[in-house]
């Protein structure tokens, strides 16, 4: 079956880096888009980034970009989001996200998420 | 960036009853890439809907989809205490793909 485990999540202070991971099992990494969404407390879903199923093709939403770099090693079949300059708006739950084909395609798969605080 | 508005922001109904959630799109969504997802506390997001109107694996028929173009409609017919959630839609024509604000759903 399909999983999708984050980690890397953390109480970080502004300014600071973070990296998180997404590993995946049950599917052929390689075929598919992968991206991060993101959860604020009390709030709704945020779309973050995406890869395609290659890594040659990433978009960015733009309050992030800048500060954000999605990549994918698709040897060990982990997603990574690599986060700089964080800021206290950055907070929140970060979930991984499988897409249904390489491109284009809808989320069918979603992983539990990892907590980021940026906090002083 | 096609911008989705959900509405209502919250819906209180009686266990049976039926929900109408609507989706509008600020332009045409490409080939109907409009997908819909339920959310409980604590937990991930899970597909519903996708290509507006064709349900996930497993998802009850009291579950569906509809519209086209920039309005789309979540209808949950039946309604039962398990359906209390935010239900969200999403476009994937293109990036970014944005989420609406979600639709709050209790269940009386």
């Known amino acids: 079956q399909v999983q999708l485990v984050e980690s890397g999540g953390g109480v970080v202070q502004p300014g600071r880096s973070l990296r998180l991971s997404c590993a995946a099992s049950g599917f052929t990494f390689s075929r598919y888009g992968m991206h991060w969404v993101r959860q604020a407390p009390g709030k709704g879903l945020e779309w973050v980034a995406v890869?395609?199923?290659?890594?040659?093709?990433?978009f960015y939403a733009e309050s992030v970009k800048g500060r954000v770099t999605i990549s994918r090693d698709n040897t060990k079949r982990i997603l990574y989001l690599q986060m700089n300059s964080l800021r206290d708006d950055d907070t929140g739950v970060y979930y991984c996200a499988k897409e249904s084909s390489g491109w284009y395609g809808y989320f069918d798969y979603w992983g539990q998420g990892t907590q980021v605080t940026v906090s002083s | 960036e096609v911008v989705l508005t959900q509405s209502p922001g919250t819906l209180s109904l009686s266990p049976g009853e039926s929900a109408t959630l609507s989706c509008w799109a600020s332009?045409?969504?490409?080939?109907?890439?409009l997908a819909w997802y339920q959310q409980k506390p604590g937990q991930a997001p899970r597909l519903l809907i996708y290509g507006a109107s064709s349900r996930a694996t497993g998802i009850p028929d009291r579950f569906s989809g509809s519209g086209s173009g920039t309005d789309f409609t979540l209808t949950i017919s039946r309604l039962e205490p398990e359906d209390s959630a935010m239900y969200y839609c999403?476009?994937?024509?293109?990036?970014?793909?944005?989420f609406g604000q979600g639709t709050k759903v209790e269940i009386k």
């Open positions: 890869t395609s199923f290659d890594g040659e093709n990433r």
């Open positions: 332009q045409s969504v490409r080939d109907n890439h």
């Open positions: 999403q476009h994937y024509a293109n990036s970014p793909r944005t």
